[in-house]
């Protein structure tokens, strides 16, 4: 980046300067429809109505009804540093609109072509101006009805640098109708329409109150599943809407943040409403949460980020400690047992256990189920051996108490009690050798173990020790913590991850059956499940839903926001009556993986949450069944994301630890 001679310093010229600050503030079409929309706001609107073409890389146009701005005073709207919000820099500290700077109009006319036609409230006429990279074209007056329409066309004609950076437009659309969803649950008294090439994409009816506007939202399916809390503390507040336990999502794209109305990102809060669920969901699920902050002007600092999407919290502290005490006692979170996820599976049973619609007492809608509460005295290591002698006696009932067909009720529908079948192919390298490994062997040392647990060790040791009890035999696995699988090897043992080398085996599964050019085996659904849809998840089907149906899936829409599941992949046991499928929906929507979402993505989403997780207590055959498919699988050693499924531990390394060698 040198230079032989430095050139002289100079002052830029102000077309630079304002292409430079630009730059910042305006990323994308999402953050122009932000601007854009804010600015609106801040001018009363209760009407909006937001176009895009081509994700906004075409053309963006905000109309709003709110109090307008002067004709004589349209050039100075779109100047830097030219705002009718704030007089003084002391008036940062206690801003109470969305903009303050003056750069968002200036900002967005240098980099496109820009048109404002407004009418303030005390003219007679409205006035128009047209610019073109930030040079005034036009001025001249126009007829229109009290308020603005900003139209903003060719975003980034003139950096083609960052032109090429942007998404395709099915990516850019899905940014804005993120920023959409966002400040509209902020502003529940607005209207807003949002129509992306011609179509509706968005048509949210002014409602009173912000349980209203989130069932509009969210869809009146996930608000079953909502509690309302509210906490005030030293001058601090937070109130807002959450799921319960029992309604988690794979990532956090449906948990949002607001300081005084303002939608902000904060890696510190999102902890906070990850501490506030930490011992009642398992890992990797995140609750839905609505989260408003109301906080003195005097505690923020608004003025950080370029768009404005961050703010500095000087208490930041009492606000995360707000954030987990409110959710916690509105949600009644301290009640639950820890790992409930008998909750998930509860759901596809008796929809609306323990949920109680929002209209009610939001401190007695929190009631976890009434079995849960025996958790509190659990200590760990009870838990473990209670899940250990559970998943035992399942066993011994399946297999000796005159139990239903193999299988039944399981969570894997193959799974067999004796040797797993079909894994003997001679031609998988590593895999077939760790399957008749783990096989051969532990097996009588491993029926004393799991006598251990549940009847003592006397007349197991004998029964297992004859070697003549196949069942027992076939019991070479332990569950550890919910969470790993230990079986013995003949060179030593081996730790197995759950949930990664589950979602290996259903990522190689599902790719085989791809590759195979079949897709894969349906299972209709008895009943079919109707899935309401929020509307960035309704864009992500749009994109993906051949390659869900590929994947085996058998989905139809069925009018407005919402579509009926009516078969799943036959590999799937677990699917928690339709999270598994919002959870697909809500990566493809995060990762925006464009018009046509990978296949590859969308299959590792599906493997990464149909997975079984790590707090799912699994019988012995579901063990057996799941190491069988696992060393059956090309690539055993790594689940889809590169995190180890297994970890080995040699008898070498055993005896050297113990002072044997
Ligand atoms: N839709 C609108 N209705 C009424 N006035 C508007 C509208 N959009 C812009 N203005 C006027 O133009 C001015 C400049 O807008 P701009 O967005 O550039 O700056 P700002 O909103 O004051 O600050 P920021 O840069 O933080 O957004 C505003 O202060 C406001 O007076
Ligand atoms: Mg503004």
Not at 57 to 74: C, T, Y
Not at 268 to 277: D, K, N, V
Not at 389 to 412: I, K, N, P, V, W
Not at 459 to 472: D, F, N, V
Request: one cysteine or more.
């Amino acid at each position: 980046m040198s230079t032989a001679r430095p050139s002289p310093i100079r002052v830029l010229d102000n077309a630079t300067i304002d292409r430079i600050a630009a730059g910042e503030v305006i990323e994308r079409p999402a953050s122009v429809v932000k601007e854009l929309v804010e600015n609106a706001l801040d001018a009363g609107a209760r009407n909006l109505r937001i176009q895009i073409r081509e994700g906004g890389l075409a053309s963006i146009s905000v109309e709003d009804d709110g109090h307008g701005i002067p004709q004589h005073d349209l050039p100075l709207a779109c100047e830097r540093h030219a705002t009718s919000k704030i007089g003084s820099a002391a008036d940062i500290t206690r801003v109470g609109t969305y903009g303050f700077r003056g750069e968002a109009l200036a900002s967005i006319a240098a980099v496109s072509r820009l048109a404002i036609l407004s009418r303030a409230e005390d003219e007679e006429v409205g006035g128009q101006l047209a610019l073109v990279g930030g040079e005034i074209e036009r001025r001249e007056p126009a007829p229109r009805n009290r308020g603005t329409t900003v139209t903003v066309s060719d975003l980034f004609f003139n950096t083609p640098a960052r032109r090429k950076y942007m998404g395709t437009p099915a990516a850019e659309q899905r940014a804005i109708v993120g920023i959409v969803t966002t400040t509209a649950l902020a502003c529940p008294e607005t209207r807003w329409r949002l129509i992306a090439d011609g179509v509706t994409l968005l048509d949210l009816a002014p409602v009173d109150s912000l349980p209203s506007r989130a069932r509009d939202v969210l869809g009146p399916a996930v608000m079953e599943h909502m509690a309302r809390f509210e906490k005030d503390e030293g001058g601090l507040a937070v109130a807002g809407l959450a799921s319960r336990p029992t309604w988690t999502r794979g990532n956090r794209s449906q948990q949002w943040l607001f300081v005084n109305r303002r939608p902000i990102r904060s890696a510190a809060l999102a902890q906070a409403i990850a501490q506030a669920y930490r011992d009642v969901i398992p890992a990797g699920r995140h609750p839905v949460a609505l989260v408003f902050l109301q906080i003195p002007a005097g505690e923020v600092d608004v003025n950080v980020h370029p768009a404005k999407s961050e703010v500095r919290l000087l208490l930041e502290r009492s606000v995360f400690a707000l954030i987990v005490g409110g959710l916690r006692d509105g949600l009644n979170l301290r009640r639950a047992g820890p790992f409930e996820m008998a909750g998930v599976a509860g759901e596809a049973g008796e929809p609306g256990a323990g949920a109680t619609p929002l209209a009610g007492d939001p401190l007695a809608a929190g009631r976890g189920p009434a079995g849960h509460v025996g958790g509190d005295r659990l200590d760990r290591r009870d838990e473990l051996l209670a899940g250990l002698a559970e998943a035992e006696h399942d066993y011994l009932q399946r297999h000796f108490g005159g139990g239903g067909a193999t299988g039944e009720g399981t969570l894997f529908p193959g799974a067999r009690a004796g040797t797993g079948g079909g894994a003997g192919g001679g031609d998988r390298a590593g895999g077939s050798r760790g399957v008749a490994e783990v096989e051969g062997t532990a097996l009588g040392v491993q029926g004393r173990q799991v006598a251990t647990g549940s009847a003592g060790p006397g007349p197991a040791l004998e029964t297992s020790a004859a070697g003549e009890e196949p069942a027992l035999r076939s019991a070479p696995f332990w569950q550890l913590h919910r969470t790993y699988i230990c079986a013995q090897t003949r060179g030593g043992l081996v730790l197995i991850d759950q949930h990664n080398s589950h979602e290996r085996i259903l990522y190689n599964e599902a790719q085989r059956a791809l590759a195979a050019g079949a897709g894969v085996p349906t299972q209709q659904l008895l009943f079919p499940v109707h899935l309401e849809l929020s509307p960035d998840q309704v864009q992500a089907f749009q994109t993906c839903a051949a390659q869900l149906e590929r994947l085996g899936f058998l989905i139809q829409p069925f009018g407005g926001q919402s579509v009926l599941v009516q078969g799943i992949p036959s590999s799937l046991k677990n699917w928690a009556a339709g999270q598994l499928l919002l959870d697909i929906l809500d990566d493809v929507a995060e990762t925006g993986v464009g018009r046509n979402a990978g296949q590859d993505a969308v299959l590792a989403s599906f493997a990464c949450h149909g997975a079984i997780r790590a707090g799912e207590i699994l019988t012995v055959p579901e063990m057996q069944n799941l190491v069988d498919r696992l060393f059956a699988t090309d690539l055993p050693l790594s689940c889809p994301h590169g995190r180890p499924t297994l970890i080995q531990f040699s008898l070498e390394e055993l005896e050297k630890r113990f002072g044997r060698r």
